[in-house]
C-alpha cells in the first residue's frame, strides 16, 4: 500500500530564506507521480509541482523545485527566497500509475514565514 | 484558465438530513474525484468516477454515500444520511486522462460541510 510521511508538523522560516519541507513515501510500484499540494487558510487546494518516478531530472517551477532521490523514496520541496504569502500548509501526495490512480495524500507541514 | 467549482462553499445541515455536494469539473477531463479533509487532518481519498461509474472507491465511501454525473457538466456527491462525523471539507478533483501518471489532478475551493 502507498504510504505519504511528512514528519515536520510546522516550520518557521524568515522572508527570503530557502526551506526545504520534507517528504519520504513507500511504494511497490515502480511507475508512480509524486505532487506537492499547497493549503493556504482559505482552504483550497493548489498544484505546486510534480515529479515523475522515470524522470531523469528534479522538477522546478519557479521558485519550486523537488529534490528527489529515488533510492531514498524521498521527494522533498524547496521553496527558494520565501515570502509571507508561502506561509500556509503543504501536502505531499503520491499517485501510483494503476487503477483509477488516486491520490494519497501525507499529514502535511504547516509553513510560516516571518517577517 | 479553466477550474474545477464547487458549490456551496459552506454548507450546515442536522444529522440525518441529506446533501449534495455539487462540482463543476474542468470541460475537457475525463476523470473525477471527491476527497474529504477533516478539520486539522489529511486529504483523504473517498472515490473515483469515470465513464458514468465509479472506479475505486476507499473504506470511507460505504453505502450512506454516492456519486452521479447527472449531465454533461455536473459532477456530484450525496450523503444519505448525514453523521456527526461527516464534518468536514469536501473536495472534488479532475484529471484529463491518466495515462503515464503525469496528468495533474485540479481541485475545486471545497465544500466545507458541517452537521449539527
Known amino acids: 500500500a502507498q504510504k505519504i510521511t511528512q514528519t515536520q508538523p510546522g516550520m518557521f522560516v524568515q522572508e527570503k530564506e530557502a526551506v526545504t519541507l520534507d517528504c519520504t513515501y513507500d511504494t511497490s510500484d515502480p511507475s508512480y507521480g509524486l505532487f506537492w499540494y499547497k493549503q493556504p487558510s482559505s482552504g483550497e487546494m493548489i498544484f505546486l509541482i510534480y515529479?515523475?518516478?522515470?524522470?531523469?531530472q528534479n522538477a522546478t517551477e519557479g521558485r519550486y523545485s523537488l529534490n528527489f532521490q529515488k533510492a531514498r523514496k524521498s521527494a522533498n520541496l524547496v521553496i527558494s527566497a520565501s515570502q509571507l504569502g508561502d506561509s500556509a500548509m503543504y501536502f505531499c501526495a503520491m499517485r501510483e500509475v494503476q487503477g483509477a490512480q488516486k491520490l494519497v495524500f501525507g499529514q502535511g507541514t504547516r509553513l510560516t514565514i516571518n517577517p | 484558465e479553466p477550474e474545477v467549482t464547487q458549490t456551496p462553499s459552506h454548507q450546515v445541515t442536522q444529522m440525518g438530513q441529506e446533501v449534495i455536494l455539487r462540482c463543476v469539473p474542468i470541460s475537457n477531463h475525463l476523470y473525477f474525484y471527491w476527497y474529504r479533509q477533516i478539520l486539522g487532518q489529511k486529504v483523504e481519498f473517498l472515490v473515483s468516477?469515470?465513464?458514468?461509474?465509479?472506479?475505486?472507491k476507499s473504506e470511507i465511501f460505504d453505502d450512506q454515500f454516492s456519486v452521479e454525473r447527472p449531465d454533461g457538466s455536473n459532477f456530484t456527491l450525496k450523503i444519505r444520511s448525514t453523521k456527526l462525523e461527516d464534518s468536514a471539507m469536501y473536495f472534488c478533483?479532475?484529471?484529463?486522462?491518466?495515462?503515464?501518471?503525469?496528468?495533474?489532478?485540479?481541485f475545486g475551493p471545497g465544500t466545507r460541510l458541517l452537521v449539527l
Open positions: 468516477f469515470y465513464n458514468n461509474e465509479i472506479s475505486e
Open positions: 515529479q515523475g518516478s522515470y524522470d531523469q
Open positions: 478533483a479532475s484529471t484529463r486522462h491518466i495515462a503515464g501518471g503525469e496528468e495533474t489532478q485540479y
